[in-house]
């Protein structure tokens, strides 16, 4: 990619077509003195000001008896992965993340599964380029904790990995 002062078009469409392609709804991107914004739903939401909070009015008597509201139903969330003693893999680049080969078929990995040590575990694409994400150790995945297709930082986590002895 050229300097940030001179970016062509040809990047700014790869830029725009990566966020497409991503999972992402709206992206606002500032270089210096450029600023490009865009949204899959019409163009994003601008960000203005909070209103000030209205000051708060006494209340009658009459309105302190309303009815209490409904205690929230529970719902059935998974447990977080144990953590402990596990390896982070991080994101080698900005970039759009795929958990497998091509669209259609089965990820590279999944959560419960063993890897070896320089197994590919996904890819990161940044500009059509394609980074592959790869185990640093032997080990079991024990969480991917970016989800496929999804626009990841450089340096956001990607996966947990409880190493083992091999």
């Known amino acids: ?9 040809r990047e ?5 077509r990566s966020f497409q392609d991503s999972g992402w709804t709206a992206m606002t991107l500032e270089l210096d003195d450029l600023r490009i914004t865009a949204g899959k739903e019409g163009p994003p939401a601008t960000r203005e000001p909070a209103p000030a909070p209205a000051a708060a009015k006494p209340v009658a008597a009459e309105e302190k008896s309303a009815p209490e509201p409904e205690p929230p139903v529970a719902v059935d969330t998974p447990a977080p992965a144990d953590r402990t003693g596990c390896v982070e893999l991080r994101s080698p680049a900005v970039g759009a993340f795929w958990v497998a ?40 995945v024990v969480e991917v904790c970016a989800g496929n297709a999804e626009l990841v930082e450089y340096d956001q986590l990607l996966f947990l990995i409880r190493p083992s002895d091999e």
Do not use: D, N
């Open 101 to 140: 080969p091509s669209p259609g078929e089965p990820p590279f990995v999944e959560p419960g599964q063993t890897v070896a040590a320089g197994q590919q575990l996904a890819i990161v694409e940044v500009m059509k380029l394609m980074s592959p994400v790869v185990a640093p150790q032997a080990g079991v």
């Open 1 to 9: 990619m050229s300097t940030p002062e001179r970016l062509t078009h």
């Open 12 to 16: 700014v469409r790869e830029i725009l």
